[in-house]
Antibody
Framework: QVQLVESGGDLVKPGGSLRLSCAAS????????VTWIRQAPGKGLEWVSY????????YYADSVKGRFTISRDNAKNSLYLQMNSLRAEDTAMYYC???????????????WGRGTLVTVSS | DIQMTQSPSSLSASVGDRVTITCRAS??????LAWYQQKPGKVPKLLIF???TLQSGVPSRFSGTGSGTDFTLTISSLQPEDVATYYC?????????FGGGTKVEIK
């Protein structure tokens, strides 16, 4: 079925790095913007980053700017999040989601993966 | 950046009650607003987009109104399966900020 599946979450020490992946299936991945959203344990949702369908437009939340890098490989139907200089406050479930455009602008997240857990701790 | 503030942060209501959740944007965002439902231990689900358009498959007891800075999500008759945390989210320009969430429980 149409789905997104995240992977790559792990326990990592502060200052360390991790690369998350999100594999898309059963839809034309290259037609869609995609995004990363995270949720710290017991907390609310926090938007992290999005990337346009071609990869030419990218935005980040201030909390991760300069440390995280979003990218995609449309030939592999995959989205990535390279996470460097990790901090304890980056501990969260990381979800990838498909973005529906609204009047040409990034809009709503209609398809979510089940998430991958990142824990930053010494 | 535009901030999204939800109220209340939690509520308890009886089955069959009408429930209203408010989301306020710190600046006008037209109707660039979505609502999500996250049941305990589950992945968030899109309920409403463009402030008032119901996503396919969402029960008609859910409705959304508002434009500019003030938005509401209403559950016309609360059901046990509606126990969840509800989030609003602004769209159209980064950052695509979520509200803090409203936890809905059954009394």
């Amino acid at each position: 079925q149409v789905q997104l599946v995240e992977s790559g979450g792990d326990l990592v020490k502060p200052g360390g790095s991790l690369r998350l992946s999100c594999a898309a299936s059963r839809f034309t991945f290259s037609d869609y913007y995609v995004t990363w959203i995270r949720q710290a344990p017991g907390k609310g949702l926090e938007w992290v980053s999005y990337i346009s369908s071609s990869g030419s437009t990218i935005y980040y939340a201030d909390s991760v700017k300069g440390r995280f890098t979003i990218s995609r490989d449309n030939a592999k139907n995959s989205l990535y999040l390279q996470m460097n200089s990790l901090r304890a406050e980056d501990t969260a479930m990381y979800y990838c989601a498909r973005v529906l455009l609204y009047f040409g602008d990034p809009g709503y997240f209609d398809l979510w993966g089940r998430g991958t857990l990142v824990t930053v701790s010494s | 950046d535009i901030q999204m503030t939800q109220s209340p942060s939690s509520l308890s209501a009886s089955v069959g009650d009408r429930v209203t959740i408010t989301c306020r944007a710190s600046q006008g965002i037209s109707n660039y607003l979505a609502w999500y439902q996250q049941k305990p231990g589950k992945v968030p689900k899109l309920l409403i987009f463009a402030a008032s358009t119901l996503q396919s498959g969402v029960p008609s007891r859910f409705s959304g109104t508002g434009s500019g800075t003030d938005f509401t999500l209403t559950i016309s008759s609360l059901q046990p399966e509606d126990v969840a945390t509800y989030y609003c989210q602004k769209c159209n320009s980064a950052p695509l900020t979520f509200g803090g969430g409203t936890k809905v429980e059954i009394k």
